[in-house]
């Protein structure tokens, strides 16, 4: 596999102009970036009555959806991929959330890679009717499904979440099945993305990645499966810890070369949390770390 380099949409900057969030699709495409991911949360907590909220994000925090914003840019770019980083499946109904990748996946050409997995707040499974303590099980039925959903024109399948009878989704995605990625670095998330993935989001510091990618490795051989058949791509954040100060340019690019060296098929970049309030002051920055790491060239 290829080195792909990728953009994070800035959603917490940008996540309320639309015009900026195609602006951005589009110029980090003509710069060369092979893909761009969005984050996926459907609402947030109000902290008001909670006072020991330890979660990154709440209701002030703004979220696009993920398939929507997409579909947003699907008609105004040409060849740069979408992934999901990742949507909380579990969270949604499995039929139709394979009805709504498959037609964005149609409306892009093929561009779309869906990144899953099961999330960390209970407030929105919650507010979703979904159950939370059964999140990790309704992933493992919901992966085969929608793998079945996409490349077959009827089936009957029943499980512990769903029951299909002589029933199929139409038109069928042109990727068939729609890649799936999966996140996480719980022991179960990595066996879950060694078994069942097309890739993994390990999602890590590059310090863990090599014992990490070890036991990712091996997981995937105890599978039956080539440890180059799957794929692993990790995220890279200028700023995640707001104690501590942020990476330089230079740190990040040397960050993103130690994950090529350690065998990695890709990273993506955050550039959330450093005070860059317009689009261009993003897309500089995207711009540099690209012509240093050869992006375009």
Known sequence: MEFRIGAIFPQLDLGMDPAAALAFAREVEALGFSHIVAYDHVVGADTTNRPDWAGPYDVDSPFLE??????????????IGFMTGIVIA?????VLFAKQAATLDLICNGRLRLGLGIGWNKVEYDALGRPFN?????????????????????????????????AGINPLPVQQPIPIWLG??????????AQAGDGWLPLMSVDRAPVALDQFRTEV?????????????????????????????D????????????GANGIAIDTMRLGLREVDQHLELFARIGRELGIGA
């Open 90 to 94: 579990p969270q949604r109904q499995t």
């Open 184 to 193: 996480g670095v719980s022991d179960a998330a990595i066996r879950r993305a």
């Open 251 to 262: 740190m990040l690019i040397a960050e993103a070369l130690q994950w090529q060296a350690l």
């Open 134 to 166: 059964r999140r990790g099980a309704l992933l493992d039925e919901q992966i085969p499904l929608l793998r079945q959903l996409w490349t077959k024109k009827s089936l009957t399948d029943k499980g512990s979440f769903h029951d299909i009878v002589e």
């Open 66 to 79: 993920p398939l929507i914003l997409f579909s947003h840019w699907a008609g105004s770019t040409q060849k």
């Open 221 to 249: 051989e105890r599978a039956g499966r080539d440890p180059a058949d799957v794929g692993i791509e990790n995220i890279l954040f200028f700023q995640l810890n707001p104690n501590k100060p942020p990476k330089t340019p």
